[in-house]
């Protein structure tokens, strides 16, 4: 019985109890959950539904939770009732009920987990958006992993994402970029503002391959011809290093376009409209004060040229224009500044900054190498890179690492510990549980031991102790999901795997045996044990998919 199904229950037996005791049916909840209690000597799941409803129909939470208990008491599955506290109804299932959820699990196979919570939702999720100036830094290789196992996850629970990467390929960092590599073609120093590392080499090299005509412009002309083609070699670097760690993007949006089809006027008049906007000192500014910024935004300056706020605001536009309910934006530690102006701009536009706008902050990450910070990359030059990073632990350990923390959560990478094939090292700790239930899968084959048809499946025999835990933290997989997705963590699933499902297959491997011994005949009891760990591997290989890492057969 999983989760939902007992929550069912629980709502049918009280429907039955309002119905007997004449009580306003009105008051009951179309829903209800039940949670695992703190302790597990409480029983193997809580209900406050009492507690709820006893104001509602004027009973006591006592007098209603003992109602409630009697009735449930009688549902098929439910060993006991005990009501705690003020009305908590503490609930224990026999073992056939728990045991079904073995079934239920390797049955649903890819499908379990995933829930209709978020359908209806339209959300745009933006991501990395590194400057193409330079190949993606740590900083933001974490939202690579954060923003897709993200994705992945709203995609779980129903939500319609579209997930984009907003390539600034217009502005002043873009000029300094040609001039860079303008300086490295003619062997001289990188501009003072400009940028350096091996790379900027690189490029200029295969810009001068590609249009060896380049050599005989003048440097105006030249500058340019760097700078549309080094900036195209640029954003092919990001988007094939991206793809390598298993990040693909639905939309590559250049900010470029925003100027060349007029969408930043298009932002402007609608703001105008909105009656936010006024001319001061020859400037166009947009009022976010009224909205709680700290001070009011210049969209476009006294020359004519427009802010990178004014591409902001133009680009929030054009997403919501193309039907996205909640545009969510990942930004870098050192961006906590826009939040304020990006919820101010939004509420410009007409737009409510809380439902329709989230801003999620990261930040800063470190790899260590023999207890020191790695400052230094051998080809950027100045910072940690995407490149450094995989070349170091590889890509699943790079995945996990950086989702499952709290994204509001420094991170220091020991590259040691994410590359050592111990239980320490939490990326194979998960793992090692993937490859161990397929070995146990093969090793059964080859006696005889298969887990038959589900109608033969005996899941009242899975009453021990250890059995029963394994059971209950894979049916807490579909809640974890739902919430990692409602509050934008991920790092619950990685936590959950870790603590939940593979610390608990641990202890039920080693307490309760799948294979026979010998020529110990199969029995009933083995059959039913391997269900169980084809539903381990199930919900261990589900939620490492979730993260955007493997789950190994074999290590």
């Known amino acids: 019985m999983t989760p939902a199904e007992l929550a069912s229950v629980v709502l049918a037996a009280a429907h039955a109890v309002f119905v007997e005791r004449g009580l306003d049916r009105a008051a009951l909840p179309e829903h209800t959950v039940v949670e695992r209690p703190r302790n597990p000597e409480h029983g193997d799941y809580a209900s406050t539904l009492a507690l709820q409803l006893s104001k509602k129909v004027g009973v006591?939470?006592?007098?209603?939770?003992?109602?409630?208990?009697?009735?449930?008491?009688?549902?098929a599955g439910v060993k006991s009732v005990e009501i705690a506290g003020p009305g908590f109804l503490?609930?224990?299932?026999?073992?056939?009920?728990?045991?079904?959820?073995?079934?239920?699990?390797?049955?649903?196979?890819?499908?379990?987990?995933?829930?209709?919570?978020?359908?209806?939702?339209?959300?745009?999720?933006?991501?990395?958006?590194?400057?193409?100036?330079?190949?993606?830094?740590?900083?933001?290789?974490?939202?690579?992993?954060?923003?897709?196992?993200l994705s992945r996850l709203l995609r779980a629970t129903g939500a319609d994402v579209g997930t984009e990467y907003y390539f600034n390929d217009a502005g002043s960092q873009i000029d300094r970029f040609a001039r860079s590599l303008l300086a490295a073609a003619k062997g001289a120093a990188a501009p003072e503002d400009g940028y350096g590392g091996a790379y900027i080499a690189e490029i200029a090299t295969e810009v001068q391959a590609r249009r060896p005509e380049v050599r005989a412009l003048d440097d105006d002309a030249a500058q340019e011809v760097f700078r549309v083609e080094g900036v195209a070699l640029m954003f092919d670097e990001i988007r094939s290093s991206l793809r390598d760690f298993g990040v693909e993007f639905d939309t590559y949006f250049n900010e470029k376009d925003l100027h060349d089809r007029g969408e930043l006027d298009l932002a402007?008049?609608?703001?105008?409209?909105?009656?936010?906007?006024?001319?001061?000192?020859?400037?166009?500014?947009?009022?976010?004060?009224?909205?709680?910024?700290?001070?009011?935004?210049?969209?476009?300056k006294s020359n004519g040229e427009w802010t990178y706020f004014a591409a902001d605001c133009a680009y929030y536009l054009d997403k919501r224009e193309r039907g996205f309910e909640r545009v969510v934006i990942m930004l870098g530690a050192d961006h906590h500044g826009y939040i304020g102006r990006m919820k101010a701009m939004a509420a410009c536009f007409g737009d409510d900054p809380e439902r329709n706008l989230e801003i999620l902050i990261g930040q800063l990450v470190n790899l260590l190498r023999d207890g020191a910070p790695m400052r230094m990359s051998k080809r950027a030059g100045t910072v940690i890179t995407l490149e450094d990073l995989v070349e170091a632990i590889g890509v699943d350990a790079s995945r996990y690492a950086l989702a499952r923390y709290s994204s509001d959560s420094p991170i220091d990478i020991d590259i040691e510990l994410w590359t050592r094939a111990t239980r320490d090292n939490p990326v194979y700790y998960v793992q090692y549980v993937?490859?161990?239930?397929?070995?146990?899968?093969?090793?059964?084959?080859?006696?005889?031991?298969?887990?038959?048809?589900?109608?033969?499946?005996?899941?009242?025999?899975?009453?021990?102790?250890?059995?029963?835990?394994?059971?209950?933290?894979?049916?807490?997989?579909?809640?974890?999901?739902?919430?990692?997705?409602?509050?934008?963590?991920?790092?619950?699933?990685?936590?959950?795997?870790?603590?939940?499902?593979?610390?608990?297959?641990?202890?039920?491997?080693?307490?309760?045996?799948?294979?026979?011994?010998?020529?110990?005949?199969?029995?009933?009891?083995?059959?039913?044990?391997?269900?169980?760990?084809?539903?381990?591997?199930?919900?261990?290989?589900?939620g490492l998919r979730l993260l955007g890492v493997s789950a190994p057969e074999r290590m």
């Open 434 to 542: 993937a490859a161990r239930t397929a070995g146990v899968a093969r090793n059964a084959a080859e006696v005889g031991l298969v887990p038959g048809d589900a109608d033969a499946f005996r899941p009242e025999l899975l009453d021990h102790e250890k059995e029963n835990e394994l059971l209950k933290a894979l049916a807490e997989f579909p809640a974890v999901v739902a919430t990692a997705a409602e509050l934008r963590e991920p790092h619950r699933v990685a936590r959950y795997l870790e603590e939940g499902v593979a610390a608990s297959y641990h202890r039920f491997y080693d307490n309760c045996r799948v294979l026979p011994l010998g020529d110990e005949e199969v029995t009933d009891l083995h059959r039913a044990r391997l269900w169980l760990n084809n539903a381990t591997r199930t919900v261990i290989a589900n």
């Open 268 to 300: 402007l008049n609608r703001l105008r409209e909105q009656g936010h906007l006024y001319e001061s000192e020859g400037a166009t500014w947009l009022r976010t004060t009224d909205f709680g910024d700290d001070k009011d935004r210049v969209l476009r």
């Open 90 to 149: 503490n609930i224990r299932l026999d073992a056939a009920a728990a045991g079904q959820l073995a079934r239920v699990i390797v049955e649903a196979g890819a499908e379990y987990g995933r829930s209709d919570r978020l359908a209806g939702e339209r959300i745009n999720l933006e991501f990395v958006s590194a400057n193409p100036t330079g190949p993606v830094h740590i900083g933001g290789v974490r939202w690579a992993a954060v923003g897709d196992a």
């Open 60 to 75: 006591p939470p006592r007098e209603l939770a003992a109602a409630l208990a009697e009735e449930l008491g009688r549902s």
